[in-house]
């Protein structure tokens, strides 16, 4: 008797099992399937996106204007007739930049224009883009940025090519020197840069070089534990708010610069603010 209990016990529990496993693979499959709807939906609305997009460069010469998604407006309309008004204000203000610019001109044919160069990574996505300036006792303007991500070899010849066409599209009667950092391949092709062109000068960016130089007194032992002390003590401050409002409060507003990744020369600024609030942040750990 016994054994036929545990046996129609088992056959219970078996069927109990199977009942939840079926239940949780229902639950999983649903779930699969949201995500599933989920993904098409996002997909959907790329794919929409993009046709909006194209949908507006062939339309932009005509009577029509994208809005929103793919609704679209007519001329005369309250929107549209903003939408003008914009577009005028805006080309307004890029026709007098540019003749702005072009004013330039005659000071670059006077007395010579330099031509600035600076490369900047994305930490994030290592996106690597190169910013041209042009300077001159006028003023700087920016000139342009090229993308060069997808360089795989940025040797000398790379940057001597592309310093040349940059030096050409500008012109070559109103580039007088050229000024980048102080990378070997870099400071190649300026030299190679200035055999071809005679009147043009190649100068190392001074700035780059004195972080370099700021750089090797950091490595110094007895150098490197007081900025290690310093950065310990802005960071403990910066990383909490009420902190930073009370060093304010004992410092008359003043602020402590954090240090910089990419310029040491931050370090030592740091470090020259600290010991000119020093009676301050005594008072504040006091």
Known sequence: MNILKESKTKKIDKKRRKDEFLSQLREDEDEHEEFIDEVSAIRQATRESIQSQHEWHRRKNSNEVLVVGITFMKKGDLLMDQLENIIEKEQSEYQRVRDWINGLNTYWKELGATLMCNGWTN??????????????SKGTIFWKSVDVSSVRSRDAEFYYSLLDSVVEEIGENYIVQIVTDNEVAMEAAGKKLMLKRKHLYWTSCVAHCLDLYLEDIGKKPSVAKVLDEAKKVTCFIHNR??????????????????????????????LEEITRQKQGLREMFN
Do not use: A, E
Not at 123 to 136: A, P, T
């Open 123 to 136: 930490s994030l996505n290592q996106m690597h883009i190169i910013n041209f300036l042009v300077y001159c």
């Open 241 to 270: 708010i009420w902190t930073v409002d009370l060093m304010k409060k004992y410092t008359q507003g003043k602020q402590i610069l954090r240090p910089s990744l990419t310029r040491f020369v931050t370090h030592f600024i740091q």
